[in-house]
């Protein structure tokens, strides 16, 4: 790729991966290591079966090592007769439980180039981790995923499985004819592969999945308080960073036992709701209370503070008030260099930006920046533009409906005078770090695309109201302002009908005509009393 983007690997745009040609199985060199994580709380039966066909791998053995994560079990795991030659078991971190930070442990403790995230219930062909491992040797921003079924667990010994998987595809060891296919495999197939997925990160789900070890740790690995549905969160701060997500229906594998919602998918379902609504604003779905407060905002607004008090506070709460509420306001300026020693507090020469910080240093919808991070992720929008024109209720849900109806990367809006607005995907900033990009724009524009508008597209002037709408009394006042036209004489208005006149005329009274008087009220015996001691 040319023009400012920074790397000269083939051109992917979206999720489209196909300039990316994979070596055949079998008829290549591996040079990167893999290791090879594999989470486990109990079922030491099934982790067996896990390891033996781990053992039948064709991809080299001093390129891959096989780290078990002993989540707690009681009793512990042990490592069975038959697994690679470089497998361990680690116990998880103290302190935290669950697969998310089983997961982490396993990383933090991984050598290879590739991490390799494995369920300990799952049983790989024998090309599993070679055809995973391929596109990681192509590109070093992807996401490998691998297919699976389910099926009912067998009564199959390590060994027999070992032998089946080394000689032969899995079915001559399993029937594949009762198995349950994976959902996520009919959205593969949907999505051309996911090549014309929206959201690819959709189907990352954690049972096989690979990536270079450097891309793991960039988006912090997995979140530890994430319980239910970890990996499709991770997934989505991966989509964030900008990778490509690509599925290897070669890499076959069969998961023993039937999934987690066919068991109770009432409370399967309920569980990932709350985990993901907090963290994946995407899922727009899972948003629908009112008044509330997501901890990742749907958009971030960043502004520059170069004018006065009064403009920043407007340009603010137009960015809170808006029809889309979930939002987070980056103000940027040079908020460092605010000493707190003693000064005069009137005649500060930073009294401007002092006072702007006491505004809103304590509201957690504003945070202050000296600089702009190269990217807002896992905050999935960023909207930049100048204070000078605050934004209209409804201009930020217009510009995220314009880049989403064509998958844009960035919006541009012409502000004229006032220079220009735009609105960045955050997948398409992170794309655009991953290649190492010089010129951000034209490298967004390469990966996936630039649109541009105007200000009345997104800024629309409030209609006139139609004449039918006005009151009959202020269109019969304008009527009578209008000029004659030349040889017509002026006519003269309406009368104006009186308001509420009444129903017979009232005569005046006399000059000499006095009101009755209203009748008083009898004095009170007190009353009477304090007269008399007055006038004693």
Not at 338 to 347: D, E, F, K, N
Not at 380 to 394: A, C, E, M, N
Not at 420 to 447: F, W, Y
Request: aromatic residues 4%.
């Amino acid at each position: 790729m040319t023009d400012g983007a920074g790397t000269d690997l083939p051109l992917i745009r979206h999720n489209d991966y196909s300039p990316l040609t994979p070596p055949a199985l079998g008829e290549w060199d591996p040079a990167l290591s893999v290791s090879v994580v594999i989470p486990a709380h109990g079922g030491q039966r099934r982790l067996d079966l896990t390891l033996a066909a781990l053992a039948a791998q064709t991809y080299p053995d001093h390129l891959m090592e096989v780290i078990v994560v002993d989540d707690g079990s009681d009793p512990p795991l042990r490592l069975p007769e038959i697994a690679p030659p470089g497998t361990r078991i680690a116990s998880a971190d103290p302190g935290r439980w669950g697969i998310a930070h089983a997961v982490n442990t396993g990383a933090a403790l991984a050598e290879g180039r590739i991490i390799q995230r494995l369920d300990a219930d799952m049983v790989v062909c024998r090309e599993h981790i070679e055809a995973l491992a391929r596109w990681h040797h192509l590109a070093g921003y992807v996401v490998a995923i691998g297919a699976k079924k389910f099926v009912e667990e067998p009564e199959l010994s390590p060994a027999h499985l070992y032998d089946g998987v080394r000689t032969g595809p899995l079915e001559a060891v399993f029937d594949l004819s009762e198995a349950l296919p994976s959902s996520t495999e009919q959205t593969i197939s949907r999505t051309d592969g996911l090549r014309t997925s929206r959201n690819p990160y959709h189907v990352c789900t954690g049972p096989t999945v690979s990536m270079r070890r450097e891309t793991f740790h960039a988006v912090g690995g997995l979140d530890p308080d994430v319980l239910r549905g970890e990996d499709t969160e991770f997934a989505y701060r991966l989509a964030a960073h900008g990778v490509v997500f690509v599925p290897d229906m070669a890499a076959q594998a069969v998961h023993l036992g039937l999934p987690a919602q066919r068991r109770d998918r009432d409370r399967a379902v309920r569980a990932v709701g709350p985990y993901l609504a907090h963290r994946v604003p995407l899922r727009r779905d899972l948003r629908k209370d009112r008044g509330r407060r997501w901890l990742v905002p749907y958009v971030e607004v960043v502004l520059h503070v170069d004018g006065d008090e009064r403009q920043v506070r407007e340009a603010v709460s137009a960015a809170l008030e808006g029809s889309v509420t979930d939002v987070r306001v980056t103000l940027v300026a040079p908020w460092s260099r605010l000493s707190a020693g003693r000064r005069a507090v009137l005649g500060d020469p930073s009294f401007e930006l002092r006072l702007l910080r006491e505004h809103f240093a304590h509201d957690e919808r504003v945070r202050l920046a000296d600089e702009v991070s190269p990217t807002p992720a896992p905050i999935p929008f960023r909207y930049t533009g100048p204070i000078s024109v605050p934004l209209g209720h409804g201009s930020l849900e217009r510009m995220i409906a314009a880049v989403q109806d064509d998958r844009s990367g960035m919006l541009v809006v012409d502000l004229g005078d006032d220079g220009t607005a735009t609105l960045q995907r955050t997948e398409a900033l992170g794309r655009a770090h991953l290649l190492g990009a010089d010129d951000v724009p034209t490298s967004i524009k390469a990966t996936h695309g630039v649109r541009h508008g105007d200000r009345a597209e997104f800024w629309p002037v409030p209609a006139a109201p139609a004449a039918s709408a006005r009151k009959p009394a202020q269109a019969a006042a304008e009527k009578s302002t209008e000029k004659p036209a030349a040889g017509r004489p002026a006519q003269a208005p309406p009368e104006r009908p009186a308001r509420n006149p009444p129903e017979k005329p009232v005569a005046a009274p006399a000059r000499g005509d006095r009101s009755p008087e209203p009748a008083r009220k009898p004095e009170s015996r007190l009353s009477k009393l304090r007269s008399a001691i007055r006038r004693g």
